[in-house]
């Protein structure tokens, strides 16, 4: 096959800046050792927890992971290709920040959504997240904050808190104001991923934390931390948790 020489020198071109840009390709995925030194200083685990809040806040869609119900828990009457039994999927979802307390996600739960079936089954589930900047720069994606919650999920029972649920909820996100629950077309109801564990990539492993961040150190983190944040790329600084809320 024959490349065209220009794509092939702008590639070069382009990929030279990138590449000054970049860490050594063994930090790509992981932390120096203990006894090497980045010239970076690495964020402590506090700190990556005050940018997963900041994330957890300003983004409002992410990935929810469940498995398949092996094919005996499965109900007959639905069409499914045999075989995914312990498959794992990742969907799109809506979630929104409305328990800023707890840093536990609220999600819209329809009954006919495979995250959802899979849990009812007995899936484990996470929410997994990334951070967009948003001054309309080039960033390497690799390089970005991006992490995932570990937990379970949780009906939220009490009426008067599912009201200012609804409101948080459908000013992240418009549309979801036709399928709240009590809408005439699909069964739907409020739940809270009670976040356990978070497994955090910070971005490139010489100057980011890689690893798990205690709950303790996720749900420690406060209003005023989270305020006074700054993700990489962020349009403004001014971007307070009270515009938000
Ligand atoms: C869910 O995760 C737990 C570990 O926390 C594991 O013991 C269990 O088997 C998992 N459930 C499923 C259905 O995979
Ligand atoms: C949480 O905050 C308390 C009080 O500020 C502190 O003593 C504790 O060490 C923190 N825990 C973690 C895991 O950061």
């Known amino acids: 096959m024959r490349v065209n020489n220009t794509v092939l020198l702008s590639l070069a071109l382009v990929s030279s800046s ?3 840009s970049l860490p050594g390709s063994q930090y790509f995925f992981s932390n120096p050792s203990a006894d090497a030194t980045s010239g970076f200083r690495i964020p402590t685990v506090h700190e990556s927890a005050i940018q997963a809040r900041r994330i957890l806040h300003l983004e409002n869609i992410g990935t929810l992971s469940t498995v398949f119900p092996s094919e005996n828990a499965f109900q007959p009457l639905e069409q499914r290709p045999s075989g995914l039994g312990g498959v794992p999927i990742g969907l799109m ?6 328990e800023p307390d707890s840093g536990n996600p609220t999600i819209l739960a329809l009954d006919i959504a495979t995250s959802f079936k899979n849990v009812a089954a007995g899936s484990n589930i996470t929410l997994s997240l990334r951070w967009h900047p948003q001054d309309g720069k080039w960033h390497s994606a690799a390089s970005l904050p991006r992490f995932s919650l ?8 009490d009426d008067a808190s599912k009201v200012g649920l609804a409101t948080c909820f459908v000013k992240n996100h418009p ?3 036709y399928w709240l629950p009590g809408n005439r077309i699909h069964t739907s109801r ?4 009670v976040v356990e564990d978070i497994y955090w990539i910070g971005g490139f492993g010489d100057r980011a934390y890689i690893g798990w961040i205690p709950v303790e150190a996720y749900q420690n983190v406060t209003q005023q931390d989270i305020d006074d944040c ?4 962020e349009k403004s600084s001014s971007w307070g948790w009270s515009e938000w809320l």
Do not use: F, T
Request: charged share 30%.
């Open 18 to 20: 990138v590449a000054s």
């Open 93 to 98: 979802d809506y979630y929104a920040d409305c």
């Open 150 to 157: 570990v937990g379970h999920l949780e009906d939220i029972d």
């Open 175 to 177: 549309d979801a104001a």
């Open 190 to 193: 409020w739940v809270r991923l």
């Open 230 to 233: 700054k993700l990489p790329g």
